[in-house]
């Protein structure tokens, strides 16, 4: 429905959220009244959030569209509350025009606001240099590394210096796979109690030196994404003051879960950036009061039930968060920052990273939200997922809110 009547609902307006009250959405905009016999939905005292943005979406078309394709990644946006994203496809490396022209004319189908990154390498192997020049051209915002580590530091150089003629933003996820030597989990006490291989702290903040010392060497602005532990923050933190252009993440996951989840040996726990200690995660939640940590990312990354309903060992890592990401964090993170800053992390920020317009909610604009039960637990189960997969590591879990509805693209959506 493209015309609907929010009865009893609170909209976010200067910082906040007011009373209840009426909510006009008729084309796609929050107007001052309805068409005659427009349907009324009773929002019973439910916020309306501006719609949220997701960085790290990866869909899996067309390469490995058995598993996930756009359609059911829209799907799930729209399911979640999400207005936008970032683009990046482990599977699917951008890394000449043609393939971000094809990506981009499969996206502009769904009229969602999604940005993307080209790849720094071709098909991230950090073996021969993409046309970064003509992907940002075409339309690029940034450069990734398909979360894959380019341990060769003189390519990740000639990377970062042909890049530098773009003025465009790398982004990494810093994990030295060297240092992580096929480990699964976090180095610590409950890696050793299961006789697990860990991936120590190291393994990040050496990659993460290594990156900075090349961003200050060369003038290039970088993102971090799904920094996990607090050593790293201190190290971005001192590159700020020394007049780097950095900015970071924090993964959805890792400021709920912390490695002590390891004991119920889930292979839905299974993630590429491990679950690190309570006490990083603790500094995870300091980064983002701070304000050291510039936004919390999604990093929606499906994987088959085949290849999760195995030893945690053998399962491939990812997780899928769309749908399930602001009732499970909405609560907490509101009650410990509060509601501007948490809408600021949530929808705000993640746009501004990747150079889109943020979701507004004013009279005349387009409105684009998601209605939001915070005080209505729900447990997640396998039907609230888009497509045939449903690899959460809170599938079963109770969520302490539930999303009502979605207003995304100028269509209401009851979930």
Not at 43 to 65: H, N, T, V, W
Request: glycine letters at 10%; charged letters at 20%; a negative charge.
């Amino acid at each position: 429905m493209r015309n609907i009547i929010l009865d009893n609902v609170c909209p976010f307006v200067n910082g906040k959220f007011g009373k209840p009250t009426k909510m006009y959405l008729v084309d796609g905009k929050w107007a001052n009244g309805a068409p005659e016999g427009t349907p009324v939905v009773d929002a019973q005292g439910a916020l309306a959030i501006p719609a949220l943005f997701g960085l790290g979406l990866d869909f899996k078309e067309p390469l490995r569209d058995d598993i996930y394709t756009f359609k059911d990644g829209v799907a799930a946006m729209t399911r979640g509350g999400f207005y936008g994203g970032l683009y990046e496809s482990s599977a699917n490396a951008i890394d000449d025009s043609l393939k971000l022209a094809a990506i981009q004319q499969i996206s502009a189908k769904y009229g969602l606001s999604i940005a993307f990154l080209g790849a720094f390498s071709m098909g991230y192997q950090c073996k021969d240099l993409s046309e970064m020049v003509e992907l940002a051209d075409a339309g690029v915002v940034g450069f990734g590394d398909g979360n894959q580590d380019c341990s060769r530091t003189r390519f990740l150089r000639l990377a970062m210096e042909y890049g530098s003629m773009t003025g465009k933003r790398f982004f990494f996820m810093p994990l030295d796979d060297s240092l992580r030597h096929h480990g699964l989990v976090h180095e610590g006490s409950y890696a050793d109690t299961l006789g697990m291989k860990g991936i120590p702290r190291v393994a990040e903040t050496i990659a993460v030196f290594r990156i900075l010392e090349m961003a200050r060497f060369l003038k290039v602005p970088v993102h971090f994404k799904q920094v996990s532990c607090g050593e790293t923050l201190k190290l971005i933190e001192r590159a700020r003051e020394d007049g780097v252009d950095v900015t970071c993440d924090v993964d959805i996951y890792h400021l709920i879960l912390d490695d002590s989840c390891l004991f119920d040996l889930n292979s839905l726990d299974n993630v590429p950036m491990p679950f690190r200690s309570a006490e990083d995660r603790e500094a995870l939640w300091k980064g983002l009061e701070s304000g050291v940590v510039n936004a919390i990312s999604m990093n929606h990354d499906p994987v088959l039930a085949q290849d999760k309903e195995v030893n945690f060992e053998d399962a491939v890592p990812g997780a899928v968060s769309l749908e399930t990401a602001l009732p499970a964090i909405w609560k907490p993170l509101s009650e410990r920052l509060g509601a501007a800053r948490a809408v600021e992390l949530l929808s705000t920020a993640p746009a501004q990273l990747a150079g889109v317009a943020p979701s507004k909610l004013s009279e005349g604009e387009r409105a684009d939200l998601v209605l939001l039960a915070q005080d209505s637990p729900k447990t997640v189960e396998a039907s609230m997922f888009a497509g045939q997969v449903w690899n959460s590591p809170l599938l079963g879990k109770q969520l302490p809110s539930s999303i009502v509805g979605t207003y995304i693209n100028g269509n209401w959506t009851e979930v």
